[in-house]
């Protein structure tokens, strides 16, 4: 590993991930011209993921684990994997979030820390210029364009992917909106966004390429979609109910 330029600390949530765990922190430990510190945040594996994260954070330092032993969901995981991010010293420059089954690119990191500031979140876009989808069938591309504008009407979020959770978030932005965060599925995506925008905070994105999990299932079901749609139109009303409460006074 690279130990020149800015520290970024990258938080993968994992559940029954062993077939990818190890070659994705093995690619995040060659990445050049950064200093990356990996977060592992499981859920529960049982299929011998803990076991390679553990062996690795032996010997590496920069590997950290948090074993949490059982399913609470993906935005308590990310929420986990910020806060300790946030309580190293140093603190990293960057927090990169990212999925563990490679279906997101590490190579794909310095793009967006390239693009990055202390005020801004960055996405690893699918949905602009130059983004593309591999491996997805004809029904997870239009529940995907749905969600998407779902969450840019009702969220308010000036972006075309709103739910790729491959992030690179400048270090200020995460202190400041980290402690009013509650999602704990995968509204988790949306609702950081729709903060970030609130409170005036620069949304960016870069093309990246998705590869669709060769392995194991899609951790997305039904219930995470529809409650992906509540907290996008929950976010919508929050809005707009301060905006009538000012318009009265």
Not at 119 to 125: D, T
Not at 147 to 176: E, H, M, Q
Request: aromatic residues 6%.
């Amino acid at each position: 590993m690279d130990g020149a330029g800015p520290n970024v600390c990258v938080v993968i949530p994992t559940l029954n991930e062993t077939d990818t765990i190890g070659e994705l922190i093995a690619e995040l430990s060659k990445l050049e011209n950064i200093h990356v510190k990996t977060i592992i945040v499981d859920d529960g594996s049982t299929d011998g993921t803990l076991e390679i994260v553990e062996a690795t954070s032996w010997w590496d330092d920069d590997v950290h684990l948090i074993n949490r032993k059982r399913k609470l969901g993906l935005g308590t995981a990310i929420r986990a994997g910020i806060m300790r991010a946030l309580e190293f010293d140093p603190p990293p420059d960057y927090i990169v979030t990212m999925d563990g089954d490679l279906s997101h690119d590490p190579q794909a990191i310095p793009l967006l820390v390239d693009m990055c500031d202390g005020e801004s979140v960055i996405i690893g876009s699918r949905y602009v210029e130059g983004g593309e989808i591999r491996g997805w069938n004809a029904s997870r591309h239009i529940i995907s364009r749905g969600a998407n504008i779902v969450a840019r009407v009702f969220g308010r979020i000036p972006a075309r992917d709103c739910t790729s959770g491959f992030r690179c978030y400048g270090v200020d932005l995460k202190r400041a909106i980290a402690p009013d965060l509650n999602a704990s599925g995968y509204d988790i995506q949306i609702e950081v966004l729709s903060e970030a925008a609130r409170r005036g905070f620069r949304i960016g994105e870069v093309p990246i390429v998705f590869r669709d999990r060769e392995n194991g299932d899609s951790k997305l079901d039904v219930t995470q979609i529809l409650k992906y749609a509540m907290t996008s139109f929950g976010l919508f009303m929050h809005s707009y109910s301060k905006k009538l409460a000012a318009a009265h006074r």
